[in-house]
């Protein structure tokens, strides 16, 4: 599966720089609130699910070449964030949606960890 | 019934939670014996149709369970019937007619499984039957609405015994103005503890005969203001609650560091935590605009070096008209307050204790 | 849908029963206490990672009838002994929070919306 078509089933916002996702295809899927956690568990590029929406959360997309953040429940990050994450080439996408709802609309879809 | 929550593009806020819920909730809670007809009319196995034509005739019924020897054996509706007269064969017996294979549902099931089988199958009743297949009642949609209507009136009762409780909280004791003063001593870093303030207040309150509504609104803003305390002061602070009957006010004061930008800190969003108390899981910069969201009146003084004060109310009556928010702020200081309420009268009862939004 | 069925759908255990018969409809994931605060309905099953006292504390304030730990952690015994006392069920998965999610999802237990900005 592709990141096109997660962005249109779901319905996301895509908040940095475009790119050819029709390329991407995350590996699998992540899902916490605590960066520790998601620096020694997510999967190298995967989708990482979150309400974090502060400038950390690039360093670790960058750090794990994450195929893409969603920030859920309507959390804006801030421009200089933005700036950031286009800088590191990592994407960042929004949802007013919640984490669980997100979580299990992609599992659904058929992403999966291998 | 529709149940037009349980839409996954619906919109839940607080408030509509509090007040479709309640609807949704007794359909959960709700079992099938509790609203189902238990005097129900029945058809026998060696019955004619002829006979049930008079039967739903006189006793104004569209459908009946057929019962043989005390257990279903089928069941018939007016659909049957007519097919019956169709073939004028009124003769028959009803074993011809009803129908053999029976959707039933149990006396212990909740009403919501009833719900499910009534919108998706469509049927207009539903035989009940008891743990050993014995059946004991009938179900209809109209016992479902007359059984959750009933049981939101008693809730509403329930509600009104509480309300007069807490408004007559300190009838038997005379003085010009009663109030309980709840006080706690926080300490600094003191994680494992965290949250045994705001838990006491809030059991203080329903034991008070608060409603479930405002024990939880007080709850998580102290709970919020007792984290900040814990996880932000160097030598933790105390908080004080003042239970009056119309009104909760709540002070919570510590010694530093102080706040450089109340207006700033007030951003949903803006932290200054450390990544150890992001880690904790707090630190995501929604502690005081979610203290914002649970009260009436919210104030915060704070000088740098010197320390902070909060205060925050909560309005037990709330007033009958609506009233928007001001904003005044100034340096130093963050005020949210709404403007005087001249209508007040002692006794007065307004819309359920939710925030205006 | 009832603790028995989700533990089922996630390969769970129950640490600590409901006090009462319990029946869950929504699902929220997060490890961020004021974000669970600011978002709840009373038939809400909280999956966290966050196996801290904290939660507990969190799910009291919130009215959450119960908890999901996520990747088998198990919390001390100070903690299972606090939600016991404050009536709130906690269940434990092996799996990581994105597969429990997804599980839960799929089983039936739904999502909560769209969450509107708080005024």
Not at chain 3, 15 to 29: K, Q, R
């Amino acid at each position: 599966m592709t990141l096109v078509e997660i962005i249109e089933k779901l319905g996301l916002e895509l908040l940095t720089d475009p790119k050819d996702f029709s390329q991407v295809v995350p590996s699998g899927g992540y899902a916490s609130d605590l960066l520790s956690c998601v620096m020694t568990g997510a999967p190298h590029q995967g989708v990482w699910v979150t309400l974090q929406a502060h400038g950390n959360i690039v360093a670790v997309g960058a750090l794990l070449e994450l195929s893409a953040i969603i920030i859920t429940g309507g959390a804006a990050p801030d421009q200089e964030t933005i700036d950031k994450a286009n800088h590191e080439g990592v994407t960042l996408l929004s949802t007013g949606m919640t984490t669980y709802e997100v979580v299990g609309r992609l599992w659904e879809l058929g992403l999966r960890n291998s | 019934m529709e149940l037009s929550s349980l839409r996954a593009e619906h919109v839940i806020t607080d408030k509509e939670a509090k007040t479709i819920g309640r609807i949704e909730e007794l359909s959960y809670e709700l079992r099938i014996g509790e609203v189902m007809t238990r005097n129900f009319i029945s058809v026998a196995q060696d019955m004619r149709m002829e006979q049930v034509l008079d039967l739903f005739r006189e006793k104004r019924i569209s459908g009946a369970p057929v019962v043989a020897e005390g257990s279903l054996a089928g069941i018939l509706s007016i659909e049957d019937l007519i097919r019956c007269l169709r073939a004028g064969d009124t003769q028959a017996l009803v074993t011809k007619y009803m129908a053999r294979q029976v959707v039933t549902i149990r006396a212990g099931d909740t009403v919501i499984e009833a719900l499910k089988l009534f919108t998706q199958k469509q049927y207009g009743r539903l035989p009940v039957v008891d743990e050993s297949g014995k059946l004991v009642g009938i179900l209809t949609k109209g016992d479902v609405t007359r059984g959750v209507l009933r049981a939101l009136e008693s809730d509403y009762q329930m509600e009104e015994i509480r309300r007069y409780r807490a408004s007559h909280l300190f009838e038997d004791i005379v003085s010009e103005r009663s109030s309980l003063i709840l006080r706690y001593t926080i300490a600094p870093r003191d994680f494992a503890c965290g949250g045994q303030a705001s838990s006491s207040i809030k059991k203080a309150l329903l034991r008070l005969g608060a409603t479930p509504q405002i024990a939880r609104r007080c709850g998580i803003a102290v709970y919020e203001a007792e984290m900040n305390l814990i996880l932000h002061t160097p030598n933790g602070g105390t908080i004080t609650a003042e239970i009056e009957p119309h009104l909760i006010n709540i002070k919570v004061e510590d010694d530093g560091p102080g706040i450089e930008d109340p207006s700033l800190a007030m951003k949903p969003g803006y932290s200054t935590a450390s990544e150890q108390v992001r880690e904790l899981g707090f630190g995501a910069g929604m502690g005081l605009p979610n203290i914002e969201r649970c009260v009436d009146e919210m104030s915060l003084e704070s000088a740098v070096g010197v320390g902070t004060t909060l205060t925050m109310k909560i309005d037990l009556q709330p007033p009958a008209i609506e009233l928007r928010h001001r904003y005044a702020v100034s340096l130093g200081r963050w005020e949210k307050t709404r403007p005087a309420i001249a209508s007040r009268q002692a006794g007065e009862s307004g819309p359920e204790g939710e925030v205006a939004t | 849908m009832k603790p028995e069925e989700i533990i089922a759908a996630v390969d769970g255990q129950i640490l600590v029963a409901p006090p009462s018969e319990l029946n869950l409809v929504y699902g929220c994931a997060s490890d961020l206490m004021s974000d669970v605060l600011n978002l709840t309905h009373p038939r809400t099953l909280l999956i966290t990672g966050l196996v801290n006292i904290q939660s507990i504390r969190t799910a009291e304030m919130a009215d959450l009838p119960a908890i999901l730990f996520v990747r088998g952690k198990v919390p001390p015994p100070e903690t299972l002994q606090l939600a016991q006392e404050v009536g709130i069920a906690v269940m434990v998965s092996p799996y990581r929070m994105f597969d429990c999610c997804g599980r839960l999802f799929q089983a039936g237990l739904r999502g909560l919306g769209k969450v509107k900005n708080a005024p």
